[in-house]
């Protein structure tokens, strides 16, 4: 087998680069769209929990339960949208959707806190969605729990002035990597893995069958190319597409999110570029599967979105049942997101991910071996 000629493979990509931004939609879907979504994915895949809304039944009507629903509405977690005097009253408006969130202060609060006596304050939850209802039961337990700390420090207590109630273990936590808990400062950096897998899918798999649809692809093969020179000609342009790409989404992470960035760049570059040849592999093998665009297109969204669920970027690998949390180890995107937040949010090298960057090797080096034998079969 010859060695791929520079020229000629230079010749090709040339060719590849202005058959691609010919058309003025490609340029807007390779430049524009992938921002588009960063922007749109960042704002949309949002897990905080804020101003929840909540009904709230207080039957005690003293200065201590009015402090109680302050705490609440203070907090920016919870918005108060209705009251009543019916305890009966919050069923009704969780099961309208009124409200997510309900509060039933009994009468006697007052007179248990100035007793020393441990009061008690219903929480009632909508449960449909599981995670804002657990997240919301965290903030309120939170809350209730401040309220408590601070009616020990002040004293309040029995008629001699002491309180009765203990002050317990005062709890002072601190997030790292992530002080303020924001869900973007976590799924943006993902997105960015996302896309790029995506458009690195769509190029490589629809262009190899745009050629045969066209018919210019029997042209390349009786031309000089060789099948390694004409597979590097189509795969060269999209993965440098794709490093600008990246390099776009980045910055848009940076600057409009306004997403910490502690590791290095050539650590990311070097993951990156790993990534995107375990992306071309794939797309390259289901253009030589694929007969027309139509097919390749489906064909790429049959793989693209057990990936990204079984990446972690919407739900965390830990939840999964152990069968599909051996499946992910086969995911370059899994282990792509893992380096892609370790750099941005933890500052890691290389040797703090061995195993991802072993696993992402791995899959570049074997996906392209195994594609470009594919390849070459298909156009024998």
Same mark, same amino acid.
């Given at each position: 087998?010859?060695?791929?000629?520079?020229?000629?493979?230079?010749?090709?990509?040339?060719?590849?680069?202005?058959?691609?931004?010919?058309?003025?939609?490609?340029?807007?879907?390779?430049?524009?769209?992938?921002?588009?979504?960063?922007?749109?994915?960042?704002?949309?895949?949002?897990?905080?929990?804020?101003?929840?809304?909540?009904?709230?039944?207080?039957?005690?009507?003293?200065?201590?339960?009015?402090?109680?629903?302050?705490?609440?509405?203070?907090?920016?977690?919870?918005?108060?949208?209705?009251?009543?005097?019916?305890?009966?009253?919050?069923?009704?408006?969780?099961?309208?959707?009124?409200?997510?969130?309900?509060?039933?202060?009994?009468?006697?609060?007052?007179?248990?806190?100035?007793?020393?006596?441990?009061?008690?304050?219903?929480?009632?939850?909508?449960?449909?969605?599981?995670?804002?209802?657990?997240?919301?039961?965290?903030?309120?337990?939170?809350?209730?729990?401040?309220?408590?700390?601070?009616?020990?420090?002040?004293?309040?207590?029995?008629?001699?002035?002491?309180?009765?109630?203990?002050?317990?273990?005062?709890?002072?936590?601190?997030?790292?990597?992530?002080?303020?808990?924001?869900?973007?400062?976590?799924?943006?950096?993902?997105?960015?893995?996302?896309?790029?897998?995506?458009?690195?899918?769509?190029?490589?798999?629809?262009?190899?069958?745009?050629?045969?649809?066209?018919?210019?692809?029997?042209?390349?093969?009786?031309?000089?190319?060789?099948?390694?020179?004409?597979?590097?000609?189509?795969?060269?342009?999209?993965?440098?597409?794709?490093?600008?790409?990246?390099?776009? @989404?980045?910055?848009? =992470?940076?600057?409009?999110? !306004?997403? +910490?960035?502690?590791? &290095? %760049?050539?650590? #990311?570059?070097?993951?990156?570029?790993?990534?995107?040849?375990?992306?071309?592999?794939?797309?390259?093998?289901?253009?030589?599967?694929?007969?027309?665009?139509?097919?390749?297109?489906?064909?790429?969204?049959?793989?693209?979105?057990?990936?990204?669920?079984?990446?972690?970027?919407?739900?965390?690998?830990?939840?999964?049942?152990?069968?599909?949390?051996?499946?992910?180890?086969?995911?370059?995107?899994?282990?792509?997101?893992?380096?892609?937040?370790? @750099?941005?949010?933890? =500052?890691?090298?290389?040797? !703090?991910? +061995?195993?991802?960057? &072993? %696993?992402?090797? #791995?899959?570049?080096?074997?996906?392209?071996?195994?594609?470009?034998?594919?390849?070459?079969?298909?156009?024998?």
């Amino acid at each position: 087998m010859r060695r791929p000629s520079v020229a000629r493979v230079r010749a090709l990509v040339h060719k590849e680069i202005r058959q691609l931004f010919r058309d003025p939609k490609t340029k807007r879907v390779i430049f524009i769209a992938p921002i588009l979504q960063l922007i749109l994915f960042g704002y949309a895949v949002n897990t905080d929990v804020r101003r929840v809304t909540t009904w709230v039944v207080d039957h005690d009507r003293t200065p201590e339960s009015r402090l109680v629903i302050d705490a609440f509405t203070a907090s920016d977690y919870f918005r108060v949208v209705g009251t009543h005097d019916d305890p009966a009253s919050i069923g009704r408006a969780l099961d309208r959707g009124a409200a997510r969130v309900g509060i039933w202060i009994p009468p006697g609060l007052a007179r248990r806190v100035k007793a020393g006596e441990s009061p008690a304050v219903q929480i009632l939850l909508d449960g449909t969605n599981s995670n804002t209802a657990t997240v919301a039961q965290g903030y309120a337990q939170r809350i209730v729990n401040q309220v408590a700390m601070e009616w020990a420090q002040e004293g309040v207590g029995n008629a001699t002035g002491t309180t009765a109630v203990p002050a317990g273990i005062e709890l002072r936590s601190r997030a790292w990597f992530n002080p303020s808990l924001e869900s973007r400062v976590y799924n943006v950096p993902a997105v960015c893995g996302v896309i790029v897998l995506l458009m690195a899918l769509l190029l490589t798999a629809m262009g190899v069958v745009r050629e045969r649809e066209m018919g210019t692809l029997d042209q390349l093969l009786v031309s000089p190319l060789s099948a390694g020179e004409l597979m590097l000609g189509k795969t060269i342009p999209v993965a440098a597409i794709a490093m600008v790409q990246l390099t776009l @989404v980045t910055v848009v =992470g940076l600057l409009w999110f !306004d997403v +910490p960035f502690r590791g &290095s %760049v050539a650590v #990311l570059l070097l993951a990156a570029v790993l990534f995107i040849l375990a992306g071309l592999s794939v797309g390259l093998f289901i253009s030589t599967v694929s007969n027309t665009q139509q097919e390749a297109f489906l064909s790429m969204f049959l793989f693209i979105l057990p990936v990204i669920i079984l990446s972690g970027f919407l739900y965390p690998v830990e939840t999964m049942p152990e069968v599909f949390q051996t499946l992910t180890l086969a995911n370059p995107l899994r282990h792509f997101l893992e380096v892609v937040r370790g @750099v941005f949010l933890k =500052g890691a090298g290389i040797s !703090d991910m +061995p195993v991802q960057f &072993s %696993v992402l090797a #791995l899959m570049a080096v074997g996906g392209m071996a195994g594609a470009s034998r594919r390849f070459r079969r298909m156009l024998r």
